[in-house]
C-alpha cells in the first residue's frame, strides 16, 4: 500500500479540493488505516492553530496558482 499518496491527498481533502472519486478513494482508505487517520487528525489539529493565528490572507490569483501546481505535482 502506497501511504504516501494518500498522505499527499490528505491536504487536498481538508481544503476539499479532490475530485469525489479521489474522495471516496481516501475515505475508504482512511476507513481501515489507523496510519493515515492519524497523519489527517495531526494535519486538522495544525490547520486549526494556524487559522487562529494566521494574519495573512493569500490572494485568490495566489491560491489558483498553488492549486493548479499541487495537483499537477500530485498526477
Known amino acids: 500500500?502506497?501511504?504516501?499518496?494518500?498522505?499527499?491527498?490528505?491536504?487536498?481533502?481538508?481544503?476539499?479540493?479532490?475530485?469525489q472519486k479521489e474522495k471516496i478513494?481516501?475515505?475508504?482508505?482512511?476507513?481501515?488505516?489507523?496510519?493515515c487517520q492519524k497523519e489527517l487528525s495531526d494535519l486538522q489539529h495544525l490547520h486549526s492553530t494556524l487559522k487562529h493565528r494566521s494574519i495573512f490572507e493569500p490572494s485568490d490569483k495566489a491560491l489558483m496558482e498553488a492549486r493548479t501546481e499541487l495537483k499537477s505535482k500530485l498526477n
Request: proline letters at 0%; aromatic letters at 6%.
Open 25 to 35: 478513494e481516501i475515505q475508504d482508505h482512511l476507513a481501515t488505516c489507523s496510519e
Open 1 to 19: 500500500m502506497n501511504h504516501e499518496k494518500y498522505k499527499e491527498m490528505l491536504q487536498l481533502l481538508l481544503y476539499d479540493e479532490l475530485e
